[in-house]
Every structure is written in C-alpha cells, then in structure tokens.
C-alpha cells in the first residue's frame, strides 16, 4: 500500500514560480498593450495616408492663383447689357470614383452649363473651350468628395447643382456677378 501513495505523491509536483523582481519586471504588463496599441495606430496611420483621401476638393479660386497660371489666362469676354436669352455649353463627361470607403463606386456625369445673356455666345464660347480642362479638374475635385449618399436623392442633386454653379462661377469670373445660370444634368449614373 505504500506504493499508491507514493505514486500520488509524483503526480503533483508544485512548482513555485519566484516573485516578479526589478521595475522592468513590473513595467512589462503594461508595456506590451502599449506598445501593440502604437504599432497599431502607426499602421492605420500609413495605410489611411496611403489609401484616404486628401481632404477637401481645391476651390476653384485657389487653382487659379497657381504661379505663372496669370500668363496665359485669356480674357473674359465683354459684358453686354443682354436683351436676348440665355445660350447653353455642353461639358465633356467626367467619371471619377466616390468616397466611399472600402467600396469602389465612380459617378458618370455630363452636364450643360445654362449660361446668362449678359455674357455674348460669340466671346463667351472660345473662352469656355478654352478653360474646359480647368472645369473637368474641378469638377473631378468636387465629386471625388463625395459619397454615395451625398448623390442620392432629389435635395442632395439640387445641392449639387448649386455648389458646381458656385465653384465654377467663383473659379472662371472671381469678383463678377454671376454667369452661370445653372448646370443641367445630361447624364448622371451611379455604379
């Protein structure tokens, strides 16, 4: 009978671990979580740097005061008192991706500037087809910015109608009275 006991007796040996000695010892448990949470934040701040967006579409007034943009900015054309009606400026298509984070979605759009009287069709349609890229750049700017749900629905469309009106008024005649009417939307899709 002497023997079962001694067979429980090897069974559980106790193993006695010393006692956590010396400040690193002691630092070591809240060192490890902080260190992972910095590596962490690091990586997301690569990755959103790499693959974020940059911020803000640029104002269309700020893209005109590039340096050596004032050489070869034409003239705006004359201003005339206007008795007839207003004429239309057809845009080329512009499709650019949505900020919509881990889904890629791009806006096709084709707009027609409703331009006013007060501008002559004759002067006013040179100087449209010669700031047409400019227009494209800002018009790309802008609706990178937004996100499917800034595109979506009557009240955001009517927005946007305004706010390219606004950015493209601002951009191709700072300081004069408006002369973009309006922008009509020809084609407008979402994938």
């Known amino acids: 009978m002497a023997e079962p006991e001694n067979a429980e007796k090897k069974k559980e040996p106790e193993l006695e671990v010393p006692p956590a000695q010396g400040p690193l010892a002691r630092l070591l448990p809240w060192l ?39 050489a070869t900015q034409p003239t705006e054309p004359e201003l005339k008192t206007g008795t007839g009606q207003s004429w239309y ?8 991706n949505l900020n919509d984070p881990g889904v890629t979605r791009y806006v096709r759009i084709s707009l027609t500037l409703e331009i006013s009287n007060v501008m002559d069709e004759k002067e006013g349609r040179p100087f449209l087809d010669q700031k047409k890229p400019l227009m494209k750049h800002w018009l790309t700017l802008f609706l990178s910015n937004q996100t499917i749900e800034d595109a ?3 009240k ?8 390219i009106s606004d950015t493209l008024n601002n951009g ?10 309006s922008v009509l ?7």
């Open 32 to 70: 490890v979580p902080a260190l992972v949470v910095v590596l962490f934040a690091a990586g997301g701040f690569l990755i959103g740097r790499s693959f974020g967006t940059r911020g803000r579409a640029q104002t269309a007034a700020g893209a005109e005061s590039a340096p050596g943009a004032a």
């Open 89 to 96: 400026y057809d845009l080329d298509p512009v499709v650019v």
């Open 152 to 154: 979506r629905g009557e």
């Open 156 to 163: 955001n469309l009517t927005r946007m109608q305004t706010q």
């Open 172 to 181: 191709l005649f700072p300081g004069a009275k408006p002369r973009i009417k």
């Open 185 to 191: 939307f020809k084609e407008f899709a979402i994938q």
